[in-house]
Nanobody, 119 residues
Framework: QVQLVESGGGLVQPGGSLRLSCAAS????????MGWYRQAPGKERELVAA????GLTNYAKDRFLISRDNAKNTVYLQIDSLKPEDTAVYYC????????????????WGQGTQVTVSS
């Protein structure tokens, strides 16, 4: 079992940067692939970044950077050059494999953190 708690969202001006954090509890964090998804109003949830358990394999959309600290049971999402279209609820995700997180998402989801990009 993995519990995920996101933090770091908020209101940001266009062009700004933000770093989201996802703290995981449970003993399986280091064995889990991790990812970040987002869902904007009226749109489907979409993958923005994913990282394998060892951290050597990862994927991220342009302007996004994912990293993890297994010693702290935390995964991060750095977002640069924020745009209004980045406005969404961002969800942390954990799964058994990188391919699972990349495709439909892993078994475990956080509650989400709101990111709003507006002047």
């Amino acid at each position: 079992q993995v519990q995920l708690v996101e933090s770091g969202g908020g209101l940001v001006q266009p062009g700004g940067s933000l770093r989201l954090s996802c703290a995981a509890s449970g003993s399986r964090f280091s064995a889990s692939a991790m990812g970040w998804y987002r869902q904007a109003p009226g749109k489907e949830r979409e993958l923005v970044a994913a990282i394998a358990r060892g951290g050597l394999t990862n994927y991220a959309k342009d302007r996004f950077l994912i990293s993890r600290d297994n010693a702290k049971n935390t995964v991060y999402l750095q977002i640069d050059s924020l745009k209004p279209e980045d406005t969404a609820v961002y969800y942390c995700n954990a799964g058994d494999s990188f391919s699972q997180v990349m495709s439909l998402g892993g078994r475990y989801w956080g509650q989400g953190t709101q990111v709003t990009v507006s002047s």
